[in-house]
């Protein structure tokens, strides 16, 4: 059985990559199958501006329900530190101090922004954390192109070197005074990552956090099989597949052009922006990335987008990704080293 989720929120943000096992959007504990003594279970709630889904195999309802609550507690807790729209975040807090102090934060804030600066400069600055001035002023849903103008003068306020760090004081701050650092890119997966802790700290040994696009599975199906992991096509009827990925243990994001855009005068405007132009990176229609860690296919999967074709795919073979790209062409390629979780779709 294969169902879909289409459902938009207010940011606009949708599925990105489907499962293929059965979804239905509803508050409450679903049992959706089950094999010998392990069923699964499965819960969705909107969070982080998107819609998460989190799937568990257990023998145990009752430690299903306490796992999956656990994890969702853990999410908001993620989101209350992490996002830039919440105004009394730690994210929020840099931000609005930039220019001005140093503000202590927590492990996972101050882990992840490291994280999110080691790969702006593994991506030679085309994965920027101080996107922010440049995606806030994008407004995708609402079909906003800023002015040139406009564009050009925030160009100095992104800029991952000008993030200032303290090791001892566990402090982050901002050199310039407008700064805003925006974890979009990355806080999902690190999420996803952070989720799978959770609930194997509670006894769960297989399941899949799915964070919208980004997704991490671990252990197995009961029936011992990998779970299945669609991803959607990114041109023309988008409930169809372009590729079906069979993971167990590993972490998918996809980073698409069609996701957050809209066209005008025949040009595809999209979310997806280069920090060195501050206007929509070209080259892919979707890229993939496919690692243990969501952290690294979160922002990887970003970083590759905007780098582009030449540049992406050279760090792509540096550092060894699995890897599966939809060119704007259409053509597609995937890396040897993906191959066999792989079964190609239509495009
Ligand atoms: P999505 O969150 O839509 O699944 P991504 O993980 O690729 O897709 O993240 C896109 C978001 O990341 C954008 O909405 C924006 O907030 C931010 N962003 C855009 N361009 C960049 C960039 N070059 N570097 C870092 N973050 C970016
Ligand atoms: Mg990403």
Known sequence: MLTRDKLRTHRGAIYSITLLVPVIIIAAYMLVSSNGRLKIYKKSKIAMDTIITLTVASDSQQRAEEAIEAAFNEIERLERLLSMFLPQSEVSLINKNSGIASVKVSEDTYRLIKKAVEIAALSEGAFDPTIGQLSTLWDFPKKVKPKNEEIKKRLPLVNYRNIVFDDNQRSVMLKINGM??????????????????VLKARGISSGIAAIAGDIKTFGTKPDASGWLIG????????DGLSGILTLSGEAVSTSGDYERFFIED????????????GYPAGDFQSVTVVNPDGLITDAMSTAIFVMGRENGMNLVRRLNLKVYVIYKDATTYITDNLRDSFAQQHN
């Open 180 to 197: 805003i650092i925006d974890l979009g890119a990355i806080a999902k997966g690190y999420t996803a990552d952070r989720v799978v802790e």
């Open 231 to 238: 991803i959607k096509r990114s041109r023309g009827d988008q």
């Open 266 to 277: 025949g040009v595809r405007y999209h979310h997806l922006l280069d920090p060195s132009t």
